[in-house]
Every structure is written in C-alpha cells, then in structure tokens.
C-alpha cells in the first residue's frame, strides 16, 4: 500500500489550496481515508475524514465550513479544499488509511500514512 500526497505550498491568510492524496494497493471500499496535520511544537491532529464505500465525511470544529473534503473513486484520489485559509492552518498535512468502525459508520485506526506535504499561510 502507497499513499502519496502534493498540493501543499504558501498562501496568504484568506487563500485556498487544494491538497491531493492517491492511495495504491487496495480496495478502498473497505476503508476510510482521512487527512491530518501536524503544526510546529504541536500534536498531530485529525482534520478531515471519509468513509469511502459512502462518501459520508466528518470534520474537525476548527475547519468546519472552510475545508471540503472529496473522493474521486475512479482514480482512487482523496481531495482536501481548503478555504479562507488562517495562519493557524499551518502545518504539515498528511494523507492516511484508515480503517471503518464496527458500525461502519466512523473512521478510525490510521495505520498507512503519506510522507506529508507543507501547507503555510501568511498573515
């Protein structure tokens, strides 16, 4: 299994980027996929997950109603639109596999994770 990430780069605070994740090597409707991100000095922490086989999504509070997150199942790519993008928002994301809870309704258990691309916003 590879996952693999691009898009990160540098904006000004209120930009948007769009982050890609191509994931290799399985079924993904068995799984979910998720985005993460890791700031300076801080832990890792969940951003954004989907559970493949529906589409359902979930977001953390702080980037609800600023970051979207898609499929694309033909290709086997996971999306992240970021928008109106603050200085907080900096940091390393990571694309990850993870796996669906036992009601399959839930993310959890991200055990295959990308390398990570910089995402960094500018006040």
């Known amino acids: 299994v590879q996952v693999v990430e691009s898009g990160g780069g540098s904006v000004q605070a209120g930009g948007s980027l769009r982050l890609s994740c191509t994931a290799s090597?399985?079924?993904?409707?068995?799984?979910?996929m998720g985005w993460f991100r890791q700031a300076p000095g801080k832990e890792r922490e969940g951003v954004s997950c989907?559970?493949?086989?529906?589409?359902?999504?979930y977001y953390a509070d702080a980037v609800k109603g600023r970051f979207t997150i898609s499929q694309d199942n033909a290709k086997n790519m996971l999306y992240l639109e970021m928008n109106s993008l603050e200085p907080e928002d900096t940091a390393i994301y990571y694309c990850?596999?993870?796996?669906?809870?036992?009601?399959?309704?839930?993310?959890?258990?991200?055990?295959?994770w990308g390398q990570g691309t910089q995402v960094t916003v500018s006040s």
């Open positions: 990850a596999v993870g796996d669906l809870n036992s009601d399959y309704d839930g993310c959890v258990d991200f055990g295959t």
């Open positions: 090597g399985l079924d993904l409707d068995d799984y979910a």
């Open positions: 989907i559970l493949w086989y529906d589409g359902r999504s």
